[in-house]
């Protein structure tokens, strides 16, 4: 079992920053990829970054392409997702998954955390 704890959200205002990071709790952390996925009140998860495990892959979705980077560091197994000019519509609960495939699908993820809320204000 993997545990996922998430922290860094907050209120911005638009086109402010926050870096957000989920501390994993098993030292094989380095096995898994890890990923975000945010969930917008009224909607569905949705996919936002993925990382492999040894960071030589990442994506992203298109709306948060060239806004949001996705990292990990495996020796202190933690990933982060640094979000840069943030956006009213970027306001979510944030989570992050673990898990052995990299995928931009949440079913593919074992672990999750507990989530985060950012909120951006206009």
């Known amino acids: 079992q993997v545990q996922l704890v998430e922290s860094g959200g907050g209120l911005v205002q638009a086109g402010g920053s926050l870096r957000l990071s989920c501390a994993a709790s098993?030292?094989?952390?380095?096995?898994?990829?890890m990923a975000w996925f945010r969930q917008k009140p009224g909607k569905d998860r949705e996919f936002v970054a993925a990382i492999s495990w040894d960071a030589a892959r990442t994506y992203y979705a298109d709306s948060v392409k060239d806004r949001f980077t996705i990292s990990r560091d495996n020796a202190k197994t933690t990933v982060y997702l640094q979000m840069n000019s943030l956006k009213p519509e970027d306001t979510a609960v944030y989570y992050c998954?673990?898990?052995?495939?990299?995928?931009?699908?949440?079913?593919?993820?074992?672990?999750w955390g507990q989530g985060t809320q950012v909120t951006v204000s206009s």
């Open positions: 998954a673990g898990g052995l495939t990299l995928s931009l699908k949440s079913t593919m993820y074992s672990y």
């Open positions: 098993r030292s094989d952390f380095s096995n898994y990829a």
